[in-house]
């Protein structure tokens, strides 16, 4: 089993819907998950960094961990044509390397 | 602002070949790690450093050579390239870990190196 598993979409939604990306990790010790957001040719950029249990919100974003369930998710409120990009979701291990997942390529329509 | 720097661009080689991926930061960053990103298996980490001087293997290590002669920058060789190392490989830094909890550095990303092994 995977470290971080992610649904790779593709992920297709109309302007303005409230967009959910989740993903699931094996080990309930894992404590500090990171989500990035990569448009096309371009190098992963860092949108949100959650430690432990909780949510944690920046604008439109909010991160979200479930440790009961092992769950991760990253909601978008208010969907944007330019929040069209490929996410991916990564734990912190050691060092801070990241274990990422398999990323979800999202397109949001006009 | 350059950030990180990754040269090439763009490569194609043909099976056997040698060649040396350059990753320069300007953040004065401690971190520096490789990365090959293949499709659905994400970024899977092949080496990293912890300072200047020092190497460690990731997750994908094989086939692969690393040296961090410099603190700025981080060289990622293929001895013999195999058409299974047909990737895009990005580079990225990251500062020192603060103390206590919720003090892991981001990890900045370049804009990545696409290599094709014929």
């Known amino acids: 089993q995977k470290e971080v598993e992610q649904d790779p979409g593709p992920l297709s939604v109309p302007e303005g819907a409230i967009v959910s990306l989740n993903c699931t990790y094996s080990?309930?010790?894992?404590?500090?998950f990171m989500w990035y957001r990569q448009y096309s040719r371009k190098g992963p950029e860092l949108l949100m960094y959650?430690?432990?249990?909780g949510n944690k919100e920046d604008g439109r974003f909010t991160a979200q961990v479930d440790k009961s369930s092992k769950y991760i998710s990253l909601f978008i409120r208010d969907s944007q044509p330019s929040d069209s990009a490929t996410y991916l979701c990564a734990r912190v291990q050691g060092a801070q390397k990241l274990v990422f997942g398999q990323g979800t390529r999202l397109t949001i329509n006009p | 602002n350059a950030g990180v720097t990754q040269t090439p661009k763009f490569r194609v080689l043909k099976t056997g070949q040698s060649m040396t991926l350059l990753c320069a930061q300007d953040m004065n960053h401690e971190y520096m790690y490789w990365y090959r990103q293949d499709p659905g298996m994400g970024l899977r980490l092949i080496h990293y450093?912890?300072?200047?001087?020092?190497?460690a293997k990731g997750e994908v290590p094989d086939g692969y050579n690393v040296s961090r002669l410099k603190k700025q920058n981080f060289l990622l060789g293929l001895e013999s390239a195999a058409p299974s190392q047909t990737s895009v490989y990005f580079c990225a830094s990251s500062g020192n870990p603060g103390q206590g909890a919720n003090s892991n550095q981001p990890q900045h990303f370049g804009d990545g190196t696409r290599l094709s092994i014929l």
């Open positions: 450093s912890v300072g200047e001087g020092t190497t």
């Open positions: 080990n309930s010790a894992f404590q500090y």
């Open positions: 959650t430690y432990s249990s």
